[in-house]
């Protein structure tokens, strides 16, 4: 059974007030014995309220970092959506939110470029502009970059095939390579992409990439 310390000091301190029983000389043993026994009672009360009061700070604090983990992780994603999707609004707010985050210093970049990559998008081309942001009506504009508007699954088939007819000889190797320029002159440069690939078949997956 616990002891109520707080009770117990007010009780023996109202005990010492009573205790009529003082010597010729003022002073009273019991009263004192009762005095000191409430001032261990009521540094005790006091030890288990600041503990208390500790403790709920604890609680409070690992409350507010999961919060602010789960807030980061849900921020993360609506970014990387946006960016992945491709939509000249919600692609633009979407970096918007990114810079107001970096200048609030509340970067996020680590959880966004997480969720593209794990979804099967390059981060790099996730940043780059999409083709319908960019003005058409300026001849001397530069070539808007497409690479992330291509399909994920349009992107790999072209990357498996041009490595590989890249890797051969004679006419295929020069039609691959004909084909990856055409295809980077038009704004999908898949040189990086095709590059890993090479270097998959040449050398083997590396190790620390997942396996699918």
């Not at 921020?75 to 692609?91: N, P, Q, T, Y």
Request: with cysteine; charged share 30%; hydrophobic share 40%.
């Amino acid at each position: 059974m616990s002891i109520d310390h707080r009770a117990e000091a007010i009780s023996l301190l109202a005990a010492s007030r009573e205790d009529k029983n003082t010597t010729f000389e003022g002073h009273n043993p019991e009263a004192d014995r009762l005095i000191a026994e409430a001032q261990v009672h009521a540094t005790l009360a006091r030890n288990e309220d600041q503990a208390a009061t500790t403790a709920d700070m604890r609680d409070a604090l690992h409350s507010l970092r999961r919060r602010y983990a789960d807030m980061r992780a849900l921020v993360g994603a609506h970014i990387a959506e946006g960016l992945a999707s491709r939509e000249a609004d919600r692609w633009k707010a979407a970096l918007n939110l990114t810079k107001a985050l970096d200048e609030a210093h509340c970067n996020v970049d680590d959880l966004v470029d997480g969720w593209l990559e794990e979804n099967g998008c390059d981060p790099r081309s996730a940043y780059k502009t999409p083709a319908s942001l960019v003005p058409r009506d300026d001849p001397w504009a530069a070539t808007p970059d497409i690479t992330a508007d291509v399909p994920e699954r349009v992107r790999r088939v072209l990357v498996e095939y041009l490595a590989a007819a890249l890797l051969s000889k004679g006419d295929a190797q020069g039609v691959a390579q004909t084909i990856t320029f055409a295809l980077k002159h038009a704004g999908a440069d898949l040189t990086g992409d095709i590059e890993k690939q090479i270097s998959d078949i040449a050398l083997g997956r590396d190790p620390s990439d997942p396996p699918f």
